[in-house]
Structures are given as C-alpha cells and as structure tokens.
C-alpha cells in the first residue's frame, strides 16, 4: 500500500472546548496496521481549491521534492498528527484549537465538515519506532500530545502519565495513571516540568516518551538526564509545535540539534 492518498471526513465532534475529533475514511486504511503513537501528515488544501497530491513512486525523498515543486498559491500546507483511534477501515485524528491567529489546520478543522478532503502521507511503517522498555514508563506532555499517550496507554500497563492542559474541562478519559496538571492561565509547560521534577518514580529501570511545545520537552528532558541522571538513550522525545513558530518556518539551533540528536549525531 502506498503512504499516499485522499482522506474523507465521516463524522466531525467537539470532544472538548478546545479539541475537535475528525473520523476520516480513504482507501488503505483497513489493511494499515495499528501501532502505538501511529503518525501521519496531513494536506490541506489552499482555500477554495482541491487537493493537489504530488505521484508517490515509493521514495519519499522525491515524493517531497514533487511537493514543494507544486506552485504555492496550489500546494497544500503539510502539519504532523497522530492517530487517536482507528476502527476498520476509519481512523480519528483530534485537532487541538489552539487561542489566537488560526493557522491552517485549526482554521481548517473549525469548519469542517461530512464530505470534506484533505491528503495524507502515512502512517508509514517505515517510520514506526518501538516504545522504550523498562520498569516504568514516563509519559510526559501537553494536550497535543494526548493521542500518542492515550494509544501507548492502551498497549503497556507499566507507565505513569503527566498530561498538562489548559483547565479541567480538556481532561479526556484515559487507561492507567494519569496526573492532570491545569495551566489555568499559567505559562505554557511550567506546570508539567515542574510535576516531572517533583514526581517520585518507582525504582527499577526507567525510560520516558515526551511530546508537545518544544522548548517545554528540551526542559523536561534536561531534567531528566541532567538532574536525575538518566542515560539519553531511555529518552524518546519529539517537539510537536513550537511557540510563536510554525511547522512552515525554518528549525532553530535548537531544532537542529534535536533532529541530530535522534539521529544518532
């Protein structure tokens, strides 16, 4: 099956004040196998128009140099999401509503709607990575991350989970335990790293899955290995957004030295 193809919204419902859960159905999907925190890119087209995919010959290089060859009032914008749920040949992906100046996901998913089509890259097997064993298990992030945790909760019962969002009203029901931490108008991120920092982990061998703001996983995994002493390799972490940044402009220093970092750099 190739990674490409078009998705069709299904069913579209407001979870939380603030995350709108979209069902998509598309070809593929029955046959793709699940794992947990499963990615996909998603394309959204440019107002008004349809979806323009670039040929998928199996190589993802050139599939990407064919995207960015499309002219750019027709090239779609490309964000990351994660799988919430899949259900046959169904998959749900939630959208988190972020405040402020709409960007082309959240302004896309405010309206949509039955019938609606974006493009896809994935989930590509190729880019499954398996979840860190261990004892236990520390999953740390902020409401974007909620789909990788809630599908890493439903496969492993060893992991303990600090989820920060904006108030009570954005808790959703999840397996296991789960520490939710309300920012209630605090700044985004303090209240997650500081509950890290304060957490009392069982002992035993240990290893973590972070996700969410960027510079808030910098800070939590520095904690990690700087002030507890964990080897970087037990650490799997990922920057999903960036503040005041989008997945459009181009990686700071330190996104750069993130993307080395997991490469092995």
Known sequence: MK??????????????????RVTFTGPGLAGLEPWPDQQLKLLFPPPGRPVRLPPDDGDVMRWYQAYLAIPEDERPAMRSYTVRSRDGGTIDVDFVLHPGPAGPA???????????????????????????????????????????????????????AFVEVADAAEEQPLPGEVHWLHRDG????????????????????????????????????????????????????????????????????????????????
Do not use: M
């Open 3 to 20: 990674p490409t193809g078009l998705l069709e919204v299904t069913a579209v419902r407001r979870v939380t004040p603030r995350t709108v």
């Open 186 to 265: 605090a700044g985004h991120g303090r209240r997650l790293l500081a509950a890290v920092r304060d957490a009392k982990l069982p002992g035993g061998p240990v290893a973590a899955w972070l996700a969410g703001e960027a510079s808030t996983v910098r800070a939590v995994r520095r904690h990690l290995v700087g002030d507890r002493g964990w080897d970087k390799s037990v650490i799997e972490f990922t920057g999903y957004w960036r503040r005041r940044l989008t997945q459009d402009d181009a990686p700071t220093p330190e996104d750069l030295a993130d993307a080395a970092e997991k490469l092995g750099g």
């Open 106 to 160: 959240t302004a896309w998913a405010r309206r949509a709607a039955p019938g609606d089509v974006l493009g896809r890259y994935g989930p590509d097997p190729a880019y499954r990575r398996p979840l860190p064993t261990a004892g236990t298990l520390l999953c740390a992030g902020d409401e974007t991350a909620l789909p990788a945790i809630a599908s890493i909760l439903s496969e492993v019962d060893n992991a303990v």
